[in-house]
């Protein structure tokens, strides 16, 4: 079985002159084709896994920018190569009619973060697949694309060869960057915090361990913990007492159950420990909560 993704792209005054070719793995797909733009053409891109441009022409009339249906004739110019986190959306514009050359590599991510960890150091690879990133070519990456090309419109060796060779694409495109980049905040992609409040919402508002929210994006503990409180503001454990909370006053609100019941249901250890969390988020008790929405209410 192929690697299993989903993968939306929307373009105008874009035209396909030479049909894709395609080789699809277990953990990756790479693509190739040749295209030709008019002035004015845009598109907009997402994947739900992470992704590896690279183009073989220059591509500086272009400009791009993070989100769907954006205004990126005002964005960056598009470099050679760029590599997109999974679940980012990009948009592009181009300023003039262009013909251009184009590979995409789709990789697994748990899979491509295994085999960079011991090259790169797992921190580095925690800030690599939270950003998009962005760097110029280099003689390496040229030969490495023709490379990749070649054995993607005919396969003369086998996947792991494949594989390894898509690895290495994406150290020589993308550590100089890193190696230059100073420690940043980093943040989640909003794909990873819709992934963090379903597995949430999935767990009946129950809390979650650190460990098992890291996982659950792809990410060690402890640069999870430093990039989820620079994107809420909020330490993981504070955001999920916030979310309890909330869920608790939909039931306050909304049913019947006792307050006993409300703390069982969300997976709190006793109604003692419920009402104290509770407090600490609302500044009112559960039972005085419900009253003052009644009294609020009329009823």
């Not at 053409?41 to 791009?64: E, N």
């Not at 993607?152 to 100089?176: G, K, N, Q």
């Amino acid at each position: 079985m192929g690697l299993l993704q989903n993968f939306e792209g929307k373009t105008e005054g874009i035209e396909v002159t030479v049909p894709a070719r395609w080789r699809c793995c277990a953990r990756m797909l790479g693509i190739h084709w040749e295209a030709r733009s008019d002035v004015g053409a845009h598109g907009s891109y997402w994947s739900d896994v992470p992704r590896l441009m690279i183009f073989l022409d220059d591509m500086s009339c272009v400009r791009i920018s993070e989100g769907h249906d954006t205004a990126a004739r005002s964005g960056q110019s598009l470099s050679t190569a760029l590599f997109v986190p999974a679940g980012q959306s990009l948009s592009s514009y181009f300023s003039k009619t262009h013909e251009f050359r184009h590979l995409d590599l789709h990789f697994e991510a748990a899979w491509l973060r295994q085999l960079l960890t011991p090259s790169l150091g797992e921190h580095v690879v925690d800030d690599m697949f939270s950003r998009t990133i962005s760097t110029e070519g280099s003689p390496q990456v040229e030969a490495l694309a023709h490379l990749l090309m070649s054995e993607i419109s005919d396969p003369a060796h086998d996947e792991f060869y494949f594989e390894s060779l898509s690895c290495a694409m994406v150290i020589a495109a993308l550590s100089p960057a890193l190696s230059k980049a100073k420690p940043s905040a980093g943040r989640l992609t909003a794909h990873q915090m819709r992934k963090l409040r379903q597995g949430f919402d999935q767990r009946g508002g129950q809390r979650m361990s650190i460990s098992e929210m890291a996982q659950l994006v792809g990410l060690s503990e402890s640069w999870f913990s430093h990039v989820f409180k620079s994107t809420t503001g909020l330490t993981p454990v504070r955001w999920q007492k916030n979310r309890r909370v909330s869920n608790a006053q939909r039931l306050l609100r909304e049913t019947d159950l006792s307050v006993a019941d409300v703390a069982a249901r969300l997976g709190f250890s006793d109604q003692s420990h419920f009402t104290k969390v509770f407090r600490d988020v609302s500044g009112h008790t559960p039972a005085s909560w419900r009253r003052l929405l009644n009294d609020r209410e009329g009823v």
